[in-house]
């Protein structure tokens, strides 16, 4: 475990951000995490996991300790499921194709979503009608106060959309390490009817698919509309679909027809954030060297060049140019940092 002085965080953040860490440590062990926790020479610290859901405005200046722990194993298996643990550090895409190597279903509709384990009980990502909160099991996670290691199963997480007690109560108070997935061995559950993936697994011929036909689905639709953050900066979905009452949305369509919806509850319903973005005109809008992707409207992209702060001000201007034209707030689900 070696500290560094003025590292580029460049290559450690999707969007390709050129903020700068004043300090910086790589920890590949439980052991270096506890000890660069324990660092009172750098009483600021942040933890650094796959910089794929966050937004860089400025330099840090603290310790920025770089949570790479690796590690996949199954740790109980029966005839039809199978407890699969995987440590924070490893590539959330990459741990995907693993269970599908060895025909473990219950992500394959979460391909290719950007960033790393750890980050995942935290945003409680999701996608095509699957969430993580569908096969979480349980994680483990440092007590950054007391640092030990606690178990926080399902509803210790209180899962939401997009949010997890890591986003509230125990924000900043803990560093997962690990996270435990319950999936199929056999009579796997497919998600096909969200989105393109009914269609797309048609234009592939397919009638009967696998677990394997429905992640390469949802991979070709992804990589159809969404940029690759290897080629162009971005973070993915920059902000979270709104949910909004069930008589709210009907005086809506009285002057936006053709508005979509998806029904979440008895009395509210969820609005497609993208739809809102590009009704008011920011779809494929550039600004110099940063701007919207042309071909989905949630995802803003760094060209190369731009500052967070340039992006954080488009963001500004998208949410108050909604809350304008429909009244209808839209919240960031990057992190701001």
Same mark, same amino acid.
């Given at each position: 475990m070696q500290i560094q002085e003025n590292i580029s965080l460049k290559s450690l953040n999707t969007f390709g951000l050129?903020?700068?860490?004043?300090? *910086? =440590?790589?920890?590949?062990?439980?052991? !270096?995490?506890?000890?660069?926790?324990? %660092?009172?020479?750098? /009483?600021?610290?942040?933890?650094?996991?796959?910089?794929?859901?966050?937004?860089?405005?400025?330099?840090?200046?603290?310790?920025?300790?770089?949570?790479?722990?690796?590690?996949?194993?199954?740790?109980?298996?029966?005839?039809?499921?199978?407890?699969?643990?995987?440590?924070?550090?490893?590539?959330?895409?990459? *741990? =995907?194709?693993?269970?599908?190597?060895? !025909?473990?279903?219950?992500?394959?509709? %979460?391909?290719?979503? /950007?960033?790393?384990?750890?980050?995942?009980?935290?945003?409680?990502?999701?996608?095509y009608g699957v969430e993580l909160k569908d096969v979480f099991e349980s994680c483990e996670a440092l007590n950054i106060s007391t640092k030990n290691i606690e178990t926080f199963t399902k509803d210790d997480c209180q899962f939401g959309y997009r949010e997890s007690v890591f986003k509230q109560d125990k924000k900043n108070a803990y560093v997962i390490i690990s996270t435990t997935l319950k999936l199929t061995t056999t009579q796997h559950q497919l998600h096909t009817e969200y989105g393109a993936i009914a269609s797309e697994l048609e234009t592939m011929g397919i009638s009967e698919p696998s677990i394997q036909d429905v992640s390469n689905a949802v991979i070709a639709i992804r990589e159809s509309k969404l940029p690759n953050p290897k080629e162009i900066?971005?973070?993915?979905?920059?902000?979270?679909?709104?949910?909004?009452?069930?008589?709210?949305?009907?005086?809506?369509?009285?002057?936006?027809?053709?508005?979509?919806?998806?029904?979440?509850?008895?009395?509210?319903?969820?609005?497609?954030?993208?739809?809102l973005i590009e009704k008011s005109g920011f779809k494929g809008k550039t600004f110099i060297d940063y701007g919207v992707h042309k071909k989905q409207a949630l995802v803003l992209v760094n060209y190369g060049g731009a500052k967070g702060s340039d992006i954080l001000g488009l963001a500004r201007l998208i949410q108050k140019t909604i809350k304008q034209i429909f009244g209808i707030t839209i919240e960031t689900e990057v992190n701001i940092i």
């Open positions: 050129d903020a700068r860490a004043k300090y *910086f =440590v790589k920890v590949e062990t439980i052991a !270096d995490l506890k000890v660069a926790l324990c %660092l009172d020479a750098y /009483p600021n610290k942040f933890i650094l996991g796959g910089g794929s859901n966050m937004l860089l405005t400025k330099d840090l200046d603290c310790l920025v300790i770089h949570v790479a722990l690796k590690g996949i194993e199954i740790t109980d298996q029966s005839e039809d499921e199978v407890l699969v643990k995987a440590n924070a550090g490893e590539n959330w895409h990459e *741990f =995907v194709l693993w269970c599908l190597d060895h !025909d473990f279903g219950g992500i394959e509709n %979460l391909s290719l979503i /950007p960033g790393n384990v750890g980050t995942a009980p935290i945003q409680n990502i999701g996608a900066g971005n973070s993915g979905s920059f902000f979270k679909n709104p949910i909004i009452s069930k008589s709210i949305f009907e005086k809506l369509k009285t002057n936006f027809p053709d508005m979509p919806s998806y029904v979440v509850s008895q009395n509210n319903v969820k609005v497609p954030a993208g739809w």
